[in-house]
């Protein structure tokens, strides 16, 4: 008689699972293996096509990593192809657009591909790039379409190409698309913007002439009242025209000249000074600031409008400023009678 061993079925079950187990893992391992070097070569075709902004070659490369199976993403290959695909897609539809010759609109589209993808990637360069060949290419009137301009504070700072010069000619220049636009606030603004931020710049005189053009064409737009001539007070003894204006308003006020020159001037407001109701005053009440213009003698169109109240109504008018001859003019703020103030007069 002899004795055999033998392991109990709990024992020999979990051998079996071990060796399962182990088999799984060597052909998961070996799965991942290949699958990585799969998703490399396909990433790194689609990468090259990316680079290129072939976006159909790109995507189909990316589209197998995408939709490749793997337990884990080694080299993170899923989101970057996710990534580049997107934006390839949407440097194309830009690229297009420069294509076509909307040249402006691409810029803008440009910058917003800049501020919407990862700063630093490739076709992030490739936009800024991009957009600094097209500033080499076109002048700044050709740039100022209406959709560039209003974009034009919100560019990045790094987007516009040697910026000391190019900003201030865009400000001009989209000035000058905003008044042919009659959209007079905006203009005002652009050269309100170049006459603050470059006050040395060689174009200063010709961006304050057409500034004061604009805000003469906005006020008649407005409806301004009729503005008198100023009265002749004496002489220059030279051959400049002198305009004494003072302020006997609550109000600042901005005075605007365009003629032979543009000049556009601020007068501070008489504190002590009242807005009268229905009817002025007789006579200047010569209470307020005064400033003195000196003017190239010629035709003016002058505008008067209070930098206060918005309802005060701008007042236009057009002034002979002849050589040698000083003038003076004063204003002052007559309102309508409310129902209440009519009763009581």
């Known amino acids: ?65 995408k939709n490749g199976w793997r337990i884990i993403d080694f080299g993170d290959f899923v989101s970057r192809a996710q990534q580049e695909q997107s934006e390839c897609l949407a440097f194309k539809a830009v690229l297009e657009q420069e294509k076509k010759g909307n040249v402006a609109q691409a810029i803008v589209a440009y910058n917003g591909f800049m501020n919407e993808h990862t700063s630093g990637s490739y076709l992030v360069n490739a936009a800024r790039d991009r957009v600094k060949s097209l500033f080499e290419k076109n002048k700044p009137e050709k740039l100022a379409t209406k959709e560039f301009c209003n974009n034009l504070r919100q560019f990045q700072p790094d987007l516009i190409p040697q910026s000391d010069t190019n900003l ?15 959209d007079y606030p905006k203009a005002t603004l652009m050269y309100e913007t170049f006459v603050d931020e470059y006050p040395n ?45 003072r302020n006997d308003s ?11 020159e543009g000049r556009i001037e601020e007068l501070e407001a008489c504190s002590t000074c009242q807005k009268y109701v229905g009817q002025g005053p007789k006579s200047c009440p010569n209470q307020g600031p005064t400033g003195d213009y ?22 236009k008018g057009t002034w002979s400023m002849n050589q040698g001859w000083t003038y003076t003019n004063c204003f002052y703020i007559v309102t309508n009678p409310t129902p209440e103030e009519r009763e009581q007069q």
């Open 1 to 65: 008689m002899s004795l055999r061993a033998s392991l109990p079925n709990s024992q020999s079950s979990q051998n079996l699972q071990m060796k399962i187990a182990l088999t799984l893992l060597v052909m998961a391992v070996v799965y991942s293996a290949a699958q990585f070097f799969r998703d490399r070569s396909n990433y790194n075709k689609g990468y090259e096509a990316y680079r290129q902004v072939n976006c159909s070659v790109a995507s189909a490369h990316f589209d197998r990593v």
């Open 168 to 182: 201030p000619l865009l400000h001009f220049a989209c000035g000058e698309t905003y008044t042919s636009l009659k």
């Open 201 to 245: 710049h060689s174009l200063l005189s010709q961006v304050k002439t057409a500034w004061a053009k604009t805000l003469v064409a906005q006020a008649k737009a407005e409806g301004a009242g009729n503005l008198p001539a100023p009265q002749r007070s004496g002489t220059t003894g030279n051959g400049s025209s002198v305009v004494t204006i």
């Open 250 to 260: 609550p109000e600042p006020m901005r005075i605007v000249f365009s003629g032979p």
């Open 294 to 315: 000196t003017l190239k003698p010629g035709e003016y169109d002058v505008v008067v409008k209070s930098r206060g109240d918005k309802l005060v109504r701008p007042f």
